[in-house]
């Protein structure tokens, strides 16, 4: 995505205009929600037929799914996400309904731990830092935080995050990790492309414990059938095992974005050794995760093929929005402002006139329209350039999405006109 | 439960029928797992109609429950939790499918960030020490272990734990808290009295920051119908809200067996106080928990009557194999050892004459039926007296159980005569 720098003057008689029509916004008493990524209840309804399962409650390996066992899921469901990770189903260990859980579930591991057997716990350390691409996902930043750990943020490119800065960062100890999504990123929309991938497996770490945690939220979320418009994202697990840092990657996915947001599956993939770590931490944290909604999901949806059937069917419903949003954006503010075109995964990241972020935000906010909060995509949300708003046009249904692109552009010519006043 | 100190002589002659009768049973090559307390398959049956959800996905507060949300659990389902556990619903968050990932998660919270806003985080203290009720849970015992917490044992006598023990134990400021099954109690069966209850709420604890972590597993796990016969558990929220210590304790449960061992959801009631911590520390571990299956189970089982109803069939499917197991220890082995003779929960607790435990159980291993290894109602495995074994009735079929109870007192008999044979 290129940065355009705002050139476009706005007449008074234009910004009286501007405000008049945002005062009639104002006046609908709009109530619309588009701050988090979340499936709409189409996306939702194509999920319906998993729900019927009167019968039939034994796992492939004879385990009756109603009942206690079966720690690291049923064989069936650690296929399948081994087949969506790219990884064996041996090592994979399939959770319950929330992949950003298992992640906060690795974290405090190593925390209270160490990584791996005999790495020193993580809460022993006085100042654990861990890299977050930015813009990046606030849901890392903040459970970071939470947990005591300082976020580093880096800059993100089309490619990734910047190496350079990334391979600079590691040579401190005291940086432990790093979090991201490395494909249709949240914000961003990108993916890290292959030499990415291979910088990241094979740099050299000052911490033998270094962990990466993929989140890989949107792995089969593409929004186009044209497999020449999909990205496509290296398998780090392969690449770090020929870089000989086996143990150095750990992927998440759920089914979030595939089946139910309030109720799918998830799981984390990572070498033999890690996934060991993980059960054996795991032994006594709980008996067993949910493994009739593994079974359900399974029959639902078998194998890798079934699930890229059903992206599809999501596709369809949500592409023509974000066409939509795009549209409205290269019609209303070319020249203004400038965004991404994803080709997958749930936001556009949108890069309003430096220093008029939070003020689009206010405005939208005060004609009944919340959008994702300013800076959210920062650590602690300051975004240095007040620039970044994450639209996330999922969830509203397309008749108030309408509206949305209706307002949203009004705001973002306020704001940018009042920035131009500013002295 | 009364301890028997075995008088019966087993003669030279009778121990070698009882070798021949063991030796018969090895042929049988059975292959029995009576290790955990686990629901069988027509209790799991009792829970299938509670799958049928096609439509109407709604919280009564109007989220869908497919989608993201509603953090702290449905409406619905908070009251229902309320209901069990005797507190507001306002002040209970309802969790996934496992009240020990609860208990889990909160020992983790205090561990990383403390029990409260500006306690020191355990992980800063050198020895924090938990007070475990033996012989008890060894899920607790290694949940600790697992964290670094140092289990201290405590016995216990038909009333609850030895509580001036626990009054003199709290006064070391290491000791950070409690953890215990206080009705029909993992594996001793029995409920903690009224004064066990007061004496917990109002004991003077040395850490201010000190926690009883209530597992009140079997809370609605009665065998008998008749009141008369039932447990009664002192609600100890209230108690530690008339002694001033509203936020000591955190109370859990599920419906792990009420509905499905594998797939039932759970729960945390507390102090508004505490809530309110956890739900702040929880913001960012996951968005929801699986309100799909919450709002399947408030449909199946809307209210606390609804929950008895069903725990009464639940009742009519294990009492026979409690009294069956019971009227077989008192055929065989009244004289040789002791056991209770539990009114609810899911185990009988045997007591062999001392030595004899580790023996029994192997005996039995090798006869092709896997009991609770002995010691596992202690910490580190070690039970003083080589004596507790926990029978779990619940999981084998009446048919598989008969063989059992052929096989257990056997065990016993020969375990017991090798015993009197050592020097």
């Known amino acids: 995505m290129s940065i355009i720098h705002p050139v476009t003057q706005i007449r008074p008689d234009e910004f009286e205009l501007l405000m008049k029509r945002y005062r009639d916004f104002q006046s609908l008493g709009l109530k619309l929600d588009m701050s988090r990524g979340k499936p ?66 690795a974290l405090t591991r190593a925390i209270i731990n160490g990584p791996s057997k005999g790495d020193t716990p993580w809460c022993r350390i006085p100042d654990v830092r861990i890299l977050c691409p930015v813009p990046g996902y606030d849901w890392h930043f903040e459970m970071c935080r939470t947990l005591g750990l300082t976020v580093v943020p880096v800059p993100t490119s089309e ?86 840092n ?76 974000f066409e939509f949003v795009l549209a409205r954006l290269k019609q209303e503010l070319e020249g203004i402002a400038s965004w991404n075109e994803p080709l997958g995964g749930y936001f556009i990241c949108f890069r309003a006139p430096r220093g008029c972020a939070r003020r689009i935000v206010q405005l939208c906010r005060q004609a009944g329209v919340t959008l994702t909060p300013a800076g959210s995509p920062f650590p602690g949300g300051h975004d240095p350039e007040d620039s970044v708003i994450r639209i996330a046009p999922t969830y509203p249904p397309m008749e108030e999405l309408v509206k949305v692109m209706e307002l949203f552009p009004l705001a973002v010519k306020i704001a940018y006109r009042e920035s131009l006043l500013r002295p």
């Open 40 to 105: 709409e209840s189409r996306q939702l309804d194509l999920s319906i037929p998993m729900l019927e399962m009167k019968s039939g409650f034994l796992s492939e390996d004879g385990t009756d799914t109603r009942n206690y066992g079966d720690p690291a899921g049923i064989p069936e469901a650690r296929r399948l996400f081994g087949q969506l990770l790219g990884i064996a189903p041996e090592q994979v260990i399939v959770g319950g309904n929330s992949s950003i859980n298992l992640l906060h579930d």
């Open 159 to 244: 490619t990734g995050p910047d190496m350079d800065m990334v391979e600079r960062l590691v040579r401190d100890p005291c940086v432990k990790g790093m979090i991201c999504n490395p494909m249709y990123a949240n914000p961003s929309g990108i993916t890290y492309s292959d030499q990415t991938v291979d910088r990241l497996a094979s740099m050299k770490t000052a911490a033998a414990d270094f962990r990466i945690f993929w989140d890989n939220a949107y792995c089969v979320h593409h929004l186009y059938p044209d497999p020449a418009r999909r990205h496509h994202l290296k398998n780090i697990y392969d690449a770090c095992l020929a870089a000989g």
């Open 246 to 321: 086996p143990d150095r990657v750990l992927m998440f996915t759920s089914t979030s974005k595939i089946t139910f947001a309030g109720g799918g599956i998830s799981a984390i993939g990572a070498s033999p050794a890690n996934i060991c770590r993980h059960m054996e931490l795991m032994t006594y944290q709980l008996v067993c995760y949910d493994k009739v909604n593994q079974l359900r999901h399974i029959k639902f949806l078998p194998d890798l093929a079934a699930v890229e059937a059903h992206m599809a069917r999501q596709a369809d419903i949500i592409r023509p929005k």
